[in-house]
């Protein structure tokens, strides 16, 4: 069984063209099913998906109450996918779903196949220079040697999408989480095409939500299981040397009795003190959310309107 899962945010032009090409490609493949996530669109995305549900059974919908966003689309069609592989991929038609073999050729060696784009069809400066600076810094800081951390175009394995939670913008970084959790990543050079219906939803807020959750997720490899470490290891560095310093200070009044402390040295050893004390009791309270994090998991951060043949 194989599941190709699909999130559109108003993407009413390329809908029907993507479903008539991957309804081509997937032809003698064998049982599937196409899972396309309506992500709380407004134009007549979800109409046009509607009516291709109507007439084919083998294509299923998700409907949101409003837009979350890419990684909730993602993690909403892993949820209710039923394939051993699960193929994810844009609804804009810059990926070719004629690229899908090449990802099930490697699937069977390896838990996730990731898609580069190594002739990239998007503007210059407003795209692809910020794209190269994020996927050096993402392979800097995750240790995951891929090309291209944001093309949709993957492949995965069941067992691993089962074992994901994907929020924000993490989807970008899921063969780092995967590392994370010992999976096995490699990737294949795949074809894109210029967007030609709708606007795209990259932009620079986007890129800045996805800086951020790249550090989340290098905080999350070094620290992830124990978030405490890293908070009490600051608050205790720094509470440390404040205290060494006050010590030096009060021992300088005592044997040169009658001279004033140095009140700059005594502001910053006052100010490590109580920082160590904070960054010692947000480590504990760390390591209280990751605990509630883990009894919790699997609860859901999207809201479904409506489904169609799940």
């Known amino acids: 069984m194989l599941s190709i899962v699909v999130p559109a945010y108003n993407e009413e032009k390329n809908i029907i063209p993507l ?3 991957l309804k081509d490609i997937l032809h003698g493949f064998g049982p599937y099913e196409i899972i396309f996530v309506d ?3 407004y134009d007549n995305t979800f109409k046009i998906l509607k009516n291709i549900a109507s007439k084919d059974r083998k294509v299923k919908v998700i409907r949101f109450k409003r837009n979350f966003g890419q990684s909730a689309a993602l993690n909403a069609g892993f949820r209710n996918s039923k394939g051993e592989i699960i193929i994810t991929m844009d609804a804009d038609l810059q990926n070719h779903p004629s ?21 990239r069809q998007d503007p210059l400066f407003s795209k692809k220079m910020p794209s190269l600076i994020s996927n050096w810094l993402a392979r800097k800081l995750t240790g995951v040697d891929i090309h291209d951390f944001g093309c949709t175009l993957r492949a ?3 067992d691993v999408v ?5 929020y924000g913008e993490l989807h970008r970084y899921i063969p780092a989480i995967a590392k994370i959790n010992k999976y096995s990543v490699t990737e294949v050079s795949v074809k894109h095409s210029a967007r030609r219906y709708g606007k795209t939803k990259y932009g620079m807020k986007r890129l800045f939500k996805g800086m951020s959750d790249l ?12 978030p405490g470490h890293f908070f009490n290891s600051l608050g205790l560095t720094s509470f440390g040397i404040g205290s060494l310093i006050l010590f030096i200070l009060v021992l300088h009044t005592l044997i040169n009795w009658g001279i004033s402390i140095d009140r700059p040295l005594l502001y910053i050893s006052i100010i490590l003190i109580i920082g160590g004390i904070q960054f010692t009791t947000l480590g504990l309270m760390s390591e209280m959310i990751t605990r509630l994090r883990y ?11 409506e ?3 799940l």
């Open 19 to 21: 479903y008539e090409q």
């Open 39 to 41: 992500d709380g669109s």
């Open 99 to 119: 690229d899908i073999p090449k990802l099930l050729d490697k699937i069977h060696r390896f838990d996730i196949v990731c898609g580069w784009r190594k002739n």
């Open 156 to 158: 995965y394995k069941k």
């Open 162 to 166: 089962d074992d994901l939670d994907v």
């Open 215 to 226: 550090l989340t997720v290098a905080f999350l490899e070094r620290f992830g299981k124990r």
């Open 295 to 305: 009894e919790m998991e699997g609860r859901k951060f999207y809201k479904i309107k």
């Open 307 to 309: 489904t169609i043949n």
